[in-house]
T-cell receptor, first 115, second 112 residues
Framework: AQSVTQPDIHITVSEGASLELRCNYS??????LFWYVQSPGQGLQLLLK??????LVQGIKGFEAEFKRSQSSFNLRKPSVHWSDAAEYFC?????????????FGKGTSLLVTP | NAGVTQTPKFQVLKTGQSMTLQCAQD?????MYWYRQDPGMGLRLIYY???????DKGEVPNGYNVSRLNKREFSLRLESAAPSQTSVYFC???????????FGPGTRLLVL
């Protein structure tokens, strides 16, 4: 069955430290992938996406993610975290090989940033 | 551009009451979606509309109905609300199937 796993439910980092949020998926050969961020009480904002081409994608707010097909992963990174990055982060995956419209979302990783 | 808008922002219902959640997008998107978000569950697709005139069930459709009123608007109806439908509901839209989905701000629903 198709699935998306975000292994870390909560992550705490110090302001200025680097960040990596993990996302693993179990999908067909042609996934398309997203990272969304959700601030408390808000909707989901797109950070970045991968459809094809260069496997290292740049997003907004200084985030980047790397698609590694061999590891079925799409990890999100940021070199220096700011206090305003505290939020919930969701990885989402779709499959281009079938006719479905659904995105499969991970359960989210909650990021806490300490001074 | 307003993007995706949802009304109402908050709603409290009693068990058995009905209500309709409204969603509209101004991006000329073909496809629209309704998700629910529950703590620790991520987002789960309730229904989607691939294009005007079509609707299909998602992962958790029981207890809900939808209407694609026109290209802009996609409503979600709870005919007889149950406490298990207490959730945050998000509407989203996209240009097509393999395209980015853009989300509205959400409707917070409490069913007592």
């Amino acid at each position: 069955a198709q699935s998306v796993t975000q292994p870390d439910i909560h992550i705490t980092v110090s302001e200025g430290a680097s960040l990596e949020l993990r996302c693993n998926y179990s999908y067909g050969a042609t996934p398309y992938l997203f990272w969304y961020v959700q601030s408390p009480g808000q909707g989901l904002q797109l950070l970045l996406k991968y459809f094809s081409g260069d496997t290292l994608v740049q997003g907004i707010k200084g985030f980047e993610a790397e698609f590694k097909r061999s590891q079925s992963s799409f990890n999100l990174r940021k070199p220096s975290v700011h206090w305003s990055d505290a939020a919930e982060y969701f990885c989402a995956v779709g499959d281009r090989s079938n006719s479905g419209y659904a995105l499969n979302f991970g359960k989210g990783t909650s990021l806490l940033v300490t001074p | 551009n307003a993007g995706v808008t949802q009304t109402p922002k908050f709603q409290v219902l009693k068990t058995g009451q009905s209500m309709t959640l409204q969603c509209a997008q101004d991006m000329n998107h073909n496809s629209m979606y309704w998700y629910r978000q529950d703590p620790g569950m991520g987002l789960r697709l309730i229904y989607y509309s691939a294009s005007e005139g079509t609707t299909d069930k998602g992962e958790v459709p029981n207890g809900y109905n939808v209407s694609r009123l026109n290209k802009r608007e996609f409503s979600l109806r709870l005919e007889s609300a149950a406490p298990s439908q207490t959730s945050v509901y998000f509407c989203a839209s996209s240009g097509g199937r393999v395209e980015t989905q853009y989300f509205g701000p959400g409707t917070r629903l409490l069913v007592l």
